[in-house]
């Protein structure tokens, strides 16, 4: 299956490869990294292939799922970022994870916007959510800024969640007035 690549100011949103190995097995082992991914646990090694084997898995059966994220600038493999629907999941889900040395730099924001924008034009989704532990601060403002409203809670592996969306509407609506204010 062939896995678009999506470009931005500073990156590059591509398939997984398998040299990306060391970097999303250093993201994984970083417990500040992992601390509101999935059940808060770092991985190891071989958890990270796997997990990364899943991803791939994920646009086989999907047609859409997570992009390695890729600094332009250095070419360095600096997290994941895209769309997101394994089954039982709540919704159609834009995500997003980064090395820790890469936050605080609006690389979350700006991947997240290039998803979201894949997932509204190419995947014609009517609605899009992102699920964030309640006491994770700096996603909430990621969701906040691609234009995401606080909807609800859920229950995610075993702790509380909160769902931020937009719907394909409010996403028109902002990118009308963005682009009416260029």
């Known amino acids: 299956m062939h896995i678009p690549q999506l470009e931005t100011q500073r990156l590059i949103l591509r398939g997984f490869r398998e040299e990306d190995l060391d970097a999303y097995a250093k993201m994984h082992s970083d417990p500040e990294v992992t601390h509101y991914i999935g059940e808060g646990?770092?991985?190891?090694?071989?958890?990270?292939?796997?997990?990364?084997?899943?991803?791939?898995?994920?646009?086989q059966l999907r047609g859409y799922g997570l992009w390695a994220v890729e600094e332009r600038c250095s070419g360095e493999m600096i997290g994941r970022i895209g769309c997101w629907q394994p089954e039982g999941w709540p919704e159609f889900e834009i995500g997003w994870?980064?090395?820790?040395?890469?936050?605080g730099r609006?690389?979350?924001?700006?991947?997240?916007?290039?998803?979201?924008?894949?997932a509204f034009d190419e995947l014609q989704q009517s609605y899009v959510i992102s699920v964030i532990r309640p006491e994770n601060a700096?996603?909430?403002?990621v969701a906040q800024k691609i234009g995401e409203k606080l909807q609800g809670k859920t229950e995610l592996f075993g702790s509380e969640a909160v769902i931020y969306g937009i719907s394909r509407e409010d996403w028109l609506a902002r990118k009308h007035n963005s682009d009416a204010g260029k």
Do not use: C, P
């Open 41 to 59: 646990k770092t991985l190891s090694r071989s958890e990270s292939w796997r997990n990364m084997a899943m991803i791939v898995g994920h646009w």
């Open 97 to 103: 994870m980064l090395q820790r040395a890469y936050w």
């Open 106 to 118: 609006g690389f979350a924001t700006e991947g997240a916007k290039a998803a979201m924008d894949y």
């Open 138 to 141: 700096a996603s909430i403002r």
